[in-house]
């Protein structure tokens, strides 16, 4: 037995259990805040002081980059603090500063370093750099040490490629990102190319599993990998290779997770050959000096899109092997004290997801007082959302001297959200960082947007006609753009002016220039209106007729539909210039953009946090403010007639919730501005499932009374199989789920492609895909 360090004292029973478990399996299961991170970080720290473990032969896996640097320099500071008891008798922080960075510095090169801490990706790859030389594929095919690691915009255009040049596909039938999506799908699943084709045998599948085929030719013809061929081909090398495994094998005697919920079924597949050098994880016995140790929360499992399996976790103790009982101590530890949250964020955030079905139940009891009561918000629109939340950011800041810019975290459901509140923050000069993700004006689809505009209001900007020319695709080559381009250039004027010229454009594009010519006589048009027409129809013109939304509408997934939403953000922006300033020309709303999208990054402490709940994951703030609580935006559209999707909607709002410490403010808007017109919006039906008694409100609208109905029973559910255009015309009567009678007022789109305008009597016009949503018809 060795003595108990004296840093474990930070700690109840139950972790110190956790932390103390030395070989074998052992699953920490608990709820949000109870502590599972730091009995992760503890437990390292345990290995290497008490059991002597080399940092070397520890492996753990953190959910996000930032998260793994945080365990880092906690890990660090652990050590550099008892150090400097030991040899000075005393805190490092009471250290003279050059001993302070002596000793971080050795600590550094001793201990953290060593340690394998990061994400599956970063880890993976480090992995791959070492090892990739000796993996073939199927095919034969092989990679060296120096790969690339493809981004997405890579991995978009070599899709496109073969959908289009080499397959001579239809990509509006195979929209390159949808493609994409099933490629990933398949690999998170650790299908090769005919196991896809042998799990997906309609045509479509079979075209997907040709384009998978080709596209791995391309990637390994460019010596690279995708991101989600990281952990995929690590998993087969390990597999191939008996002697790398081995090595591999005996290098980490002991591997941690942190959020193991949100594993997938590849990642599984790595950890579990590392931990038992591919013998079936079942009968695995060599325990003796190795551990695997995950740590999770089923409630908080909200990567399905991702292909998570949060069954993953719960069936840990039977993948490793073990014949006791599930809630059996020696394999399981259960955490039940919350130290994050005040009691009433804790008690809101266990009533709303106890109304999830598919869980275990679990106890999350407080350990802090009861606290201040949970504010709910009811705005008039988003902007005096914005306004609410920055009042009151800057008011808690004023009072409270203790409170830093860095306390407080804007949660969202969908990135288009963050503008309102960004704006209002650079408005009042509060720095502000976008955790995540990008700021508004620095996402793609934005930028692609100004990047027209700005070619309408000055033709001489060829980076700007560049990016837009052949976006969407319109069949304009690259080497005709070049040939155009050299010609301009040795011309010494502007590409539009070459564009413009139809003899010119004929001659030098022979084959792409009509598409050339639609595509000038489109811009010229918009060029004639800028003097006579205000920014906002402009924009809606580019929306409605340069075909970047129909082509993001086609590619049908998530992540395109977020790009619609920022896209459609943009027109409200101008809007609300408009409005603002009196002045509604192009010109002024393009120059206030080139500003707003100029604020710069601060280190996050001295930063207000902004960011989707999705990455809110796993961290924590003092104050915590969770917006647009609304129906069909949280949840969301596609959840609501989808039990399934809905509980992982749920479990997102747990997720937020339970990132408050000290204060928790909710908000949503009686109504929104949606697409230029003005929506009204409904109370999320989340927020009429937390308990009333702990939440105050500016008004007593701004909790539904009574429970909206999520799904209601009363008429017959009827699935519209591959609902097409015919079957719908405008006047057509009907109830949807989530938003009650509705009828039609427009019809998009033609054949099965299309979907619905509908105009809600208490809610507005909503737009719907019938061949996704449920709707019943009202004769
Ligand atoms: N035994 C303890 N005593 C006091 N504070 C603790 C204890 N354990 C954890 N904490 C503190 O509680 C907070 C939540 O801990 P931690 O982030 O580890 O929880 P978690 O279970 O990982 O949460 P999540 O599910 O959100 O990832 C942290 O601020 C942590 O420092
Ligand atoms: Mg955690």
Redesign the pocket.
């Given at each position: 037995m060795t003595s108990t360090p004296d840093f474990l004292s930070?700690?109840?029973p139950s972790?110190r259990q956790a932390v103390e478990h030395f070989c074998g399996p052992l699953l920490v299961v608990?709820?949000?805040?109870?502590?599972?991170?730091?009995?992760l970080t503890y437990r390292i720290s345990n290995l290497v002081l008490t059991h002597r473990i080399n940092p070397e032969n520890i492996l753990a896996v953190t959910f996000t980059n930032k998260a793994a640097k945080e365990m880092k320099a906690r890990i660090e500071k652990l050590f550099a603090d008892r150090i400097a008891q030991e040899k000075h008798g005393k805190p490092l922080d009471l250290l003279a500063p050059y001993e302070q960075t002596k000793l971080r510095s050795h600590v550094y090169k001793t201990i953290t370093k060593p340690l394998w801490i990061g994400t599956f990706h970063s880890l993976c790859a480090r992995l791959l750099r070492m090892e990739i030389h000796k993996y073939q594929d199927e095919q034969g095919r092989k990679w060296e040490r120096n790969f690339s690691i493809f981004d997405e915009s890579d991995v978009q255009s070599l899709i496109k490629d073969i959908v289009v040049n080499k397959l001579n596909l239809d990509d509006r039938k195979f929209p390159p990102r949808s493609v994409r999506f099933a490629i990933s799908n398949a690999k998170n699943q650790g299908w090769s190319p005919d196991e896809l084709e042998a799990n997906q045998q309609d045509f479509r599948g079979r075209v997907i599993a040709e384009v998978y085929r080709a596209y791995q030719d391309g990637l390994a013809a460019n010596n690279a990998l995708d991101f989600d061929d990281l952990i995929r081909v690590l998993v087969l090398l390990l597999k191939q290779n008996e002697q790398t495994l081995a090595y591999w094998h005996q290098q980490f005697h002991h591997i941690l997770v942190d959020?193991y919920q949100d594993t997938n079924r590849t990642q599984y597949d790595m950890l579990s050959l590392l931990a038992t050098n591919g013998a079936d994880a079942k009968t695995f016995k060599s325990w003796q000096n190795r551990s695997v140790f995950v740590v999770g929360?089923a409630d908080?499992s909200i990567y399905s899109f991702r292909a998570a399996d949060f069954r993953i976790l719960m069936g840990f103790q039977q993948d490793f092997g073990d014949d006791l009982p599930d809630d059996d101590t020696r394999t399981m530890v259960k955490l039940e004290e919350n130290?994050?949250s005040t009691e009433n964020i804790l008690q809101a955030a266990n009533v709303l997801i106890d109304n999830n079905t598919e869980r275990i139940d679990k106890v999350l009891k407080p350990t802090r007082g009861k606290g201040e009561p949970i504010y709910c918000y009811r705005a008039d629109d988003e902007l005096q959302e914005a306004d609410f939340v920055v009042g009151q950011i800057r008011q808690l800041e004023q009072q409270h001297p203790e409170v830093q810019w860095g306390d407080f975290a804007i949660l969202y459901r969908t990135n288009a959200q963050s503008r309102a509140f960004e704006e209002t923050l650079v408005r009042w000069a509060i720095p502000y960082t976008v955790v995540g993700g990008l700021k508004f004006y620095d996402r793609r689809e934005v930028k692609d947007i100004l990047a027209y505009l700005r070619l309408i209001v000055n033709p001489a900007d060829s980076v700007s006609l560049k990016r837009v020319i052949n976006t969407p695709r319109r069949g304009i080559g690259k080497t005709t753009m070049d040939r155009l381009t050299q010609a301009a250039q040795e011309l010494g004027v502007p590409t539009w002016e070459i564009l413009s010229d139809e003899a010119t454009v004929k001659t030098l594009a022979s084959r792409g220039s009509r598409n050339i010519l639609g595509f000038v006589d489109m811009i010229r048009l918009w060029q004639s209106q800028v003097d006579t027409l205000p920014a906002t129809e402009i924009i809606q013109g580019i929306l409605d007729n340069s075909g970047y939304i129909r082509n993001l509408q086609d590619q049908d997934t998530d992540e395109a539909e977020d790009r619609i939403g920022n896209v459609k953000e943009l027109y409200n922006a101008a809007q609300q210039f408009a409005e603002e300033n009196g002045d509604d020309s192009l010109l002024s709303f393009l120059a206030n953009a080139a500003l707003a999208s100029d604020a710069d990054d601060k280190e996050d402490s001295t930063t207000v946090s902004m960011m989707t709940l999705h990455s809110a994951k796993?961290l924590?703030f003092p104050i915590v403010f969770l917006v647009g609580i609304e129906q069909g935006l949280f949840p969301n559209f596609r959840s609501l007639d989808d039990p399934a999707a809905l509980e992982e909607e749920r479990r997102l709002c747990y997720v937020g919730i339970?990132r408050a410490q000290e204060r928790l403010f909710l908000s949503h808007a009686r109504e929104r501005r949606l697409y230029g017109s003005r929506e009204p919006a409904i109370p999320s039906a989340f927020l009429s499932e937390l308990p009333r008694d702990l939440i105050e409100t500016n008004t007593p609208t701004a909790i539904p009374s009574q429970g909206i109905e999520m799904f209601s029973s009363a008429p017959p559910q009827k699935k519209l199989p591959n609902t097409n255009a015919r079957d719908w015309a405008v006047g057509d009567r009907l109830v949807h789920k989530g938003y009650g009678l509705g009828e039609v007022t427009h019809i998009f789109g033609a054949g099965n492609k299309i979907c619905l305008a509908v105009k809600f009597p208490n809610l507005g016009k909503k737009i719907i895909d019938p061949n996704i949503t449920v709707l019943e018809r009202v004769e």
């Open positions: 930070h700690l109840n972790q608990a709820g949000a805040g109870s502590g599972k991170t730091r009995a959020e929360d908080q130290y994050r796993g924590e339970t």
